[in-house]
Structure formats: structure tokens, C-alpha cells
């Protein structure tokens, strides 16, 4: 079992900044990698950013690239997302999950195992 706990959401202006952690615990020694996937009300899930945990290889939605980035910390099991020049769509609830085999689909959240309860993010015009 992995459990993931996020934190770091809240409410900023638009243009400002806010940095999400995901800590995670359990099997995380046999995790191939991490992603941030977000929902807002209405719309499907989608995919944010992702991280493989051996050599830290990124991948990003084109909506996110160059304004959001996505850190690991191997020693603490922890996974980082940037978010800077935040826009209103980029409010929603924003979730970490853990993949647990090595998959290509590093983008489509039915390939993840393990998600944590996720954080709201609220960006105001």
C-alpha cells in the first residue's frame, strides 16, 4: 500500500505563485513514478505533470509548460509541484498519484495506483 497526503493548496490572485507537496509513504521504494493530475467542477480529470522517480525525467501538459514545474525529493518521498503565473483555469482540485510499474502512459490517469485526497486550488481574476 502507498497513501499520499497533498498539501499547499489555496486561494491566489491571478499571476502568483503556490508550490503543492505530496508525501508519501509505504511501498514508495518500488514506485516508477509520480504524477499531479486536476479536476475542476464539471470537467474531467487531467493530467498536470509527471516524474519518474530513478533519473527524473518530467513531462508536462501543454497548458502548464513553462509556468508550472514538478520536483522530486528522493530521501523524503516527497513530490513537488510548482505552480507560477497562475490563471483562474487553473482552478481546481489538484491530485498526486503514484505509479507503481514501469508504463508509458505516464499521462493517463487510469495507469496511476495509488491517489491521495487532493487540495483545492482557487485562482481569482
Known amino acids: 500500500q502507498v497513501q499520499l497526503v497533498e498539501s499547499g493548496g489555496g486561494l491566489v490572485q491571478a499571476g502568483g505563485s503556490l508550490r503543492l507537496s505530496c508525501a508519501a509513504s509505504g511501498r514508495t521504494f518500488s514506485s516508477y513514478a509520480m504524477g499531479w493530475f486536476r479536476q475542476a467542477p464539471g470537467k474531467e480529470r487531467e493530467f498536470v505533470a509527471a516524474?519518474?522517480?530513478?533519473?527524473?525525467?518530467?513531462y508536462y501538459a501543454d497548458s502548464v509548460k513553462g509556468r508550472f514545474a514538478i520536483s522530486r525529493d528522493n530521501a523524503k518521498n516527497t513530490v513537488y509541484l510548482r505552480m507560477n503565473s497562475l490563471k483562474p483555469e487553473d482552478t481546481a482540485v489538484y491530485y498526486c498519484?503514484?505509479?507503481?510499474?514501469?508504463?508509458?502512459?505516464?499521462?493517463?490517469?487510469?495507469?496511476?495506483?495509488?491517489w491521495g485526497q487532493g487540495t483545492q486550488v482557487t485562482v481569482s481574476s
Open positions: 516524474i519518474r522517480w530513478s533519473g527524473g525525467s518530467t
Open positions: 498519484a503514484a505509479l507503481m510499474t514501469r508504463d508509458n502512459r505516464l499521462g493517463n490517469a487510469a495507469a496511476y495506483d495509488y
